[in-house]
């Protein structure tokens, strides 16, 4: 199944990032948008394991949750590569934010300088 996360490429400050957004309770609409049109069981969904709500991945077929831990936070998983075969199995879209946009979530460190360096871009750049 095809499954999204949220880079944050060019943040503010450049001791701080670049980041991957895990369990995301707010996000502005056009970020949601964006997301839902590739991927459209990208939505809010009550964890049982975190125990509220977040926008997490979901099967298409049954619904059950693929939860950010498994995606996020296991050496390996697709959202955290551990080298540059894994992180090029992924596929960056940009989104341009041209204003300021508010997030509840939290911040994974660590693999997205990787995934900047191999994931392949759509459109190609
Ligand atoms: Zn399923």
Known sequence: MTVAAILCENVGSSDVGPYILTNTVELPTTVIAFIQKRCPTYRLKYSRTVGRRYFANN???????SGDFYLHSEPGGPFFPTDQEEASALTIETITVDKKYFARTGCGYGTAELILQFAKRFPPY
């Open 59 to 65: 099967c298409p077929k049954c619904g059950m949750i």
